[in-house]
Nanobody, 124 residues
């Protein structure tokens, strides 16, 4: 069982920045692809960014490319999502997820483990 815990969400003005963290005590963290997903009220859960278990490839959704960046620190068992130039449409609950030996799938159904989510609210 892999337990994931997100932090770093909050309220920020448009144009501001936040850095989300997702930590786990799992000692095999490096064998998991990690993804960030988000879900706004009344909408589907969408993929924001993913990084493969090898860490060599990363994907960012078109809506966040150039503004968000996913990175992982295997020594700290943590994955990060740096979010810059935030927009009101980025408002959502953000979830991190883990996929064992994943290559960076964008479908939420590929991920076995999920965090509880952290709220990000961007005011205009």
């Amino acid at each position: 069982q892999v337990q994931l815990g997100e932090s770093g969400g909050g309220l920020v003005q448009a144009g501001g920045s936040l850095r989300l963290s997702c930590a786990t005590s799992c000692r095999t963290f490096r064998s998991y692809a990690m993804g960030w997903f988000r879900q706004a009220p009344g909408k589907d859960r969408d993929c924001v960014a993913v990084v493969s278990w090898r860490g060599g490839s990363a994907y960012h959704a078109a809506s966040v490319k150039g503004r968000f960046s996913i990175t992982r620190d295997n020594a700290k068992n943590t994955v990060f999502l740096q979010m810059n130039s935030l927009k009101p449409e980025d408002t959502a609950v953000y979830y991190c997820a883990a996929d064992h030996y994943g290559l960076g799938e964008r479908r939420s159904t590929e991920y076995e483990y999920w965090g509880q989510g952290t709220q990000v609210t961007v005011s205009s």
